[in-house]
T-cell receptor, first 108, second 120 residues
């Protein structure tokens, strides 16, 4: 399967804590992307990291990529209740293939 | 509009009916994707267009599913003789960027809100 596999499946943290989500994959990639989805809504792109990059930052988001281990992690720092959502990693090569997602709950 | 627009947002069909789902991508976006998302699951790739050309339809579950984008803009996903297992949210996404070396996805996708299909 080309799809990424996220870990953990569900994560519950207190507001202000950091949230770390992991993604593993099996194929070669052009880039890896992370998306967020609020219940009943479409997906929103968060961040893209190319295969020749190791780390990238965007606001409170930090993503890393280890192509030798075929894995990526997404860190959300200083979480807020509004960060509660499902998060998906997506593997980009000839198409964009999504994992099953991580449900993040941030308690106020 | 500024974003990807999908219609209808909600569709209830009786088993055996045909349905058509429409996607208006962001103006100027070359690439268009259709995904199927079952409850509690990630989006599953259905098909991909670059302009009017359907470059990949490997994810279409059966020959009851058909997608077109005749003028390289609006796309329609048609499901014939709907079955209960077709119940899902159908997501459309568009992208400005296309790969330079043969159809690699190099940029972010912009998603619509989806069309929720319920087959009774």
């Amino acid at each position: 399967s080309q799809q990424g596999e996220e870990d953990p499946q569900a994560l519950s943290i207190q507001e202000g804590e950091n949230a770390t989500m992991n993604c593993s994959y099996k194929t070669s990639i052009n880039n890896l992307q992370w998306y967020r989805q609020n219940s009943g809504r479409g997906l929103v792109h968060l961040i893209l990291i190319r295969s020749n990059e190791r780390e990238k930052h965007s606001g409170r988001l930090r993503v890393t990529l280890d192509t030798s281990k075929k894995s990526s992690s997404l860190l959300i720092t200083a979480s807020r209740a509004a960060d509660t959502a499902s998060y998906f990693c997506a593997i980009a090569n000839s198409k964009l293939t999504f994992g099953k997602g991580i449900t993040l709950s941030v308690r106020p | 509009g500024a974003g990807v627009s999908q219609s209808p947002r909600y569709k209830v069909a009786k088993r055996g009916q045909d349905v058509a789902l429409r996607c208006d991508p962001i103006s100027g976006h070359v690439s268009l994707f259709w995904y199927q998302q079952a409850l509690g699951q990630g989006p599953e790739f259905l098909t991909y267009f670059q302009n009017e050309a359907q470059l990949d339809k490997s994810g279409l579950p059966s020959d009851r599913f058909f997608a077109e984008r005749p003028e390289g803009s609006v796309s329609t996903l048609k499901i014939q003789r709907t079955q209960q297992e077709d119940s899902a949210v159908y997501l459309c996404a568009s992208s400005l960027q296309i790969g330079l070396a043969g159809g690699q996805v190099t940029g972010e996708l912009f998603f619509g809100e989806g069309s929720r299909l319920t087959v009774l």
